[in-house]
Every structure is written in C-alpha cells, then in structure tokens.
C-alpha cells in the first residue's frame, strides 16, 4: 500500500504537503510514502487544551513515527479515544484539502470504518476524491479495543487494515 501511495503522491502535478490526522491504521505507511515522494508531511495530533492529549495505546507507535517524519505537527481539539470526535478530526483535515487519496475498497460504512462517510464529505465540499486500493489489496480484520477510535480514514482504519 506504501508503495501504491507513493506512486500516486509522485505522479500528481502539485507540491502540496501530505496532511495525516496521528493515529494507527495506515498513517505511518501514508507519512512514509509523503515524505519518499519528495513532500513535506503536515501531522494533526489531538490536543486538550494547548498540549497534545494522551493517545489509546495502539496510536502511540505511528503517532511517534509520523510525528518524527513530519515538517509540521498541529493540534487539533479533539478526543482520540471518540470515535465521532475522529470523524470530526477528519473531516476538519478534509476540509483544509485539495485532494483526498482514500485508501477504501468503496463498501459501505460498517460503523468500524469512516472511510465512506469521508469519500462523500470530500466529494459533497468539491474535494477530488482518489482511491488508492491495489489490485489483489485484502481487508483483513485486526481485533482493537473497545474504545479504539477511528484512526485517518485517507489511510484506513483500525479495525479494518489494508494489505497489499
């Protein structure tokens, strides 16, 4: 998947940064693949307050590598551990964008995973809507807590990982 988001961020024509709301799922692989394909990586992290909040445990790892990759970090007032607080998150990063590569095999929400809800916010506030799903790309299920949030929905979900 890495590689398929690189391949995608080179071939577009602008030098905009790659934007990740901080969290598990496929944030780290899309941070990776911004910063391979030669552009500078803007991270959002939770924030309670002016300081950044504590993060669920499964967020700490790809929090701290995207946070180490990226050129900026800003704070967005949210709770990472509310799954409708990420929505919002997310839909405050669609909202500062230009194009969204969505990593989603176009099925409908399942109440695990917002990438659908953030396709059609895109598409309804005239952001271009990419998706990135490789031939052969398989969900599979990979077992969270209960209070995991949604993690970026550009870049999957906890619950629902992409493989390649």
Do not use: I, K
């Not at 940064?17 to 939770?46: D, Y």
């Not at 990593?103 to 809800?117: C, F, I, L, M």
């Amino acid at each position: 998947m890495e590689r398929e988001l690189r391949a995608r961020m080179e071939r577009l024509g602008d030098p905009a940064p790659g934007l990740v709301r901080a969290g598990s799922g496929l944030s780290a692989a899309f941070g990776r693949a911004v910063r391979a394909s030669g552009r500078p990586l803007v991270v959002l992290l939770p924030a309670q307050g002016a300081v950044p909040a504590p993060m669920p445990p499964n967020d700490l790892g790809p929090a701290r590598e995207v946070t180490v990759l990226a050129e900026e970090v800003r704070l967005l007032a949210y709770d990472p551990n509310d799954r409708d607080a990420c929505v919002r998150a997310d839909e405050a990063l669609v909202a500062q964008c230009g194009r969204l590569l969505a990593v989603w095999d176009g099925s409908p929400t399942d109440g695990r995973d917002a990438t659908a809800h953030m396709v059609a916010f895109a598409r309804a506030r005239g952001v271009a809507v990419e998706v990135v799903w490789p031939v052969g790309a398989a969900r599979r299920s990979v077992r969270a807590s209960a209070s995991s949030p949604v993690p970026p929905s550009a870049r999957g979900s906890r619950d629902d990982q992409r493989s390649a």
